[in-house]
């Protein structure tokens, strides 16, 4: 369509939109805008989490639409509730359920320790089976899950190798990206931008279609990682030799006794410590021959009780004074806390994708009455805090050093909130299952593959086969969801509705045509990659596709191109944001585990998001034509 007259049918649509009002034709476009501009803060500040922003900006265009106060947005209650509804919505949260229907049968675990037989102490093997691993299984079970999986093979890969888990975490989550690209099913961004492009090409993604360019982008961010990465990825954490070594906690951790005239003696430890205002956990008790863990609350103190406590210098001369206690002139190691029991008493936990506690503090969460473990340090990146912890909002990745019983940490490892960050060895795993989980993922593949059934279909029908044959419990299929994720693509889906009807995305379209000047079809292709993918690295990979796809279409008429084209262009683009935490989940993951600075990811991502461009582009361009 000339210039000309998509700018005649942008301001068309918009009169359509307001002229029952008897605003001026650019009020709804402007409107849409305005929302968007506000949910691109919310995105990337996370004042609240992003689920909860996209259910606001859902309510504000329905609130601004045809059914609400007033007409600007034309998007009315069945189409700002139509998220809900939406095949995408649906096929994602099946997906989440056949992803963990794999999980709980441990056949990733039992990868990874063939793999640890492979790669023992060499860094070039054991980064060449992370990436091996991860992006081919991230091709065929959601990449947010694989990594939340093999997570904790590779860090006890590392520290088994003597290597940094910093080296390898990283590229886990880049890798995990680009493995998504090689199916329909690899990623929630590749299943939404599937339903929005029926819109425009009159059908959806099929299962393999662009698998030849996920193929080449994978080679392409393999051989990278390989190389080039390899040096680039820095060395943030050590090799594990003591946890209490790598999270400093050489400062903080002490010993003290009760004095025979503490006025502590008789009161319980709740009354004489936990009550006040002194920042103080008290890590054990050690009362003769006998050492004891949380939880300690109710424990009556005695004259000659040793304490092991988490606190700063200028808090435990306060402590002294007040409760009569005596310092002991011996430091608190990992070994003394493991003392208690033969199992392992300290461990790293990393909060979830989904968690409960996400936005919540250790102390609104009550994590020490929950899980009756005391939380020595928070890692939060490159900061370590060991100080002032119980009232800090945890965010997805934080890894906080625990201590705790080993029945604490068995609760833990089952916990869908957290993520133990060692391989702890799981009875319940359904190892029997494991042919059976496998056999369900393959069928839904093959069906969606190979047959007309949808792919909604196909996966819910997988969804139901995990219960019917026993891989998962009814009841655990509600945790298999990210709600998050389902309620932040039900609260986005409205916004390219709103985008499209008020000519918001024609304008877009034109603006970036007009930028490309006479420039050829295949370096617009290669500018709304650009595009896509810097505005991904801000906010949510699905808020940026629903944005970019109408845009992406009306660009591609704009220019008399393949539609398809450059719709799968947007698609990788949303689907591999490389250079920053916050622009994709899988980094945001490893960003507490790997102890990485914001800038490691701009240093390691940007180069290879550089290499991306022109790859996807390029094979775009080849597969399938302009």
């Not at 008897?22 to 996370?46: D, H, K, R, S, Y």
Request: glycine content about 10%.
């Amino acid at each position: 369509m000339p210039g000309g007259d998509l700018l005649r049918a942008v301001h068309s649509t918009a009169v359509l939109q307001s002229v029952a009002g008897g605003l001026p034709p650019w009020a709804g476009m402007a409107t849409v805008f305005g929302l968007i501009l506000v949910a691109l803060v919310l995105f990337a500040t996370e004042p609240v989490p992003i689920d909860i922003t996209a259910i606001g900006l859902m309510v504000a265009l329905i609130l601004l639409g045809p059914d609400g106060l007033i007409d600007l947005t034309g998007v009315g209650v069945s189409d700002g509730l139509s998220g809900f509804a939406s095949t995408a919505t649906i096929t994602v949260l099946a997906m989440f359920i056949l992803s963990d229907g794999v999980q709980r049968t441990g056949v990733v675990q039992l990868l990874g320790a063939r793999i640890v037989n492979y790669t023992r102490d060499s860094e070039s093997r054991q980064l060449g089976a992370t990436i091996g691993v991860v992006g081919p299984l991230s091709g065929f079970i959601n990449n947010t899950a694989a990594v939340a999986i093999l997570l904790p093979m590779v860090t006890d890969l590392a520290h088994e190798g003597g290597t940094s888990p910093s080296k390898l975490l990283m590229p886990l989550s880049y890798a995990s990206m680009f493995g998504g690209t090689l199916t329909l099913i690899g990623t929630s961004t590749n299943i939404l931008a599937s339903e929005l492009a029926v819109e425009y090409i009159g059908r959806p993604f099929g299962m393999f279609e662009f698998t030849a360019v996920g193929v080449l982008v994978s080679i392409a961010g393999t051989l990278y990682l390989l190389t080039v990465g390899r040096y680039l990825v820095p060395k943030r954490i050590r090799a594990r030799e003591d946890l209490t070594e790598e999270f400093g906690m050489s400062d903080y951790l002490t010993e003290v006794i009760v004095r025979e005239d503490s006025p502590a003696i008789g009161d319980t430890v709740q009354q004489a410590i936990g009550d006040t205002d002194f920042d103080v956990d008290i890590v054990q008790l050690i009362r003769g021959e006998a050492v004891f863990l949380e939880p300690l609350g109710q424990k009556t103190i005695r004259e000659g009780d040793v304490f092991a406590v988490r606190t700063d210098r200028d808090t435990l001369v306060d402590l002294l004074d007040a409760e009569g206690f005596d310092l002991l002139p011996t430091s608190v190691d990992e070994a003394e806390l493991e003392a208690a029991e033969p199992e392992q008493n300290l461990v790293e936990l990393v909060v979830a994708p989904g968690s409960s506690l996400v936005g919540g503090s250790l102390a609104s969460n009550n994590f020490r009455g929950r899980y009756d473990a005391t939380v020595l340090a928070l890692r939060r990146g490159p900061e370590v805090l060991h100080e002032r912890m119980d009232h800090i909002p945890l965010r997805v990745g934080d890894t906080l050093l625990v201590q705790a019983s080993a029945d604490s940490i068995e609760r833990f490892s089952n916990d869908r909130e957290f993520i133990v960050a060692a391989e702890v060895e799981r009875p319940q795993f359904r190892r029997s299952k494991m042919p059976v989980a496998v056999a369900i993922v393959a069928g839904v593949v093959a069906v969606a593959a190979l047959t007309p059934l949808s792919i909604v279909v196909a996966a819910l029908a997988g969804a139901l086969a995990m219960v019917l044959t026993g891989c998962l419990a009814p009841g655990e299929i509600y945790d298999a969801v990210q709600w998050d994720v389902i309620f932040l693509l039900a609260g986005v889906i409205p916004l390219g509705i709103a985008l499209e009807r008020t000519g918001g995305a024609a304008l877009v379209a034109e603006a970036l045509v007009a930028v490309a000047g006479t420039l050829p079809a295949v370096a617009v292709l290669g500018l709304l990659y650009l595009v896509t993918a810097a505005l991904t690295n801000v906010i949510s990979n699905n808020a940026a596709v629903v944005l970019m796809v109408p845009v992406a279409a009306q660009a591609a008429v704009g220019v008399g191109a393949n539609t398809l084209a450059f719709l799968l262009a947007v698609t990788f683009a949303a689907s591999t944001a490389f250079m920053t935490p916050v622009g994709y989940q899988t980094n945001l993951f490893v960003y507490g585990p790997g102890g990485y600075r914001f800038t490691d990811y701009i240093r390691v991502g940007g180069p290879l998001q550089a290499v991306f461009a022109v790859v996807t582009t390029a094979g775009i361009w080849a597969v399938f034509g302009l």
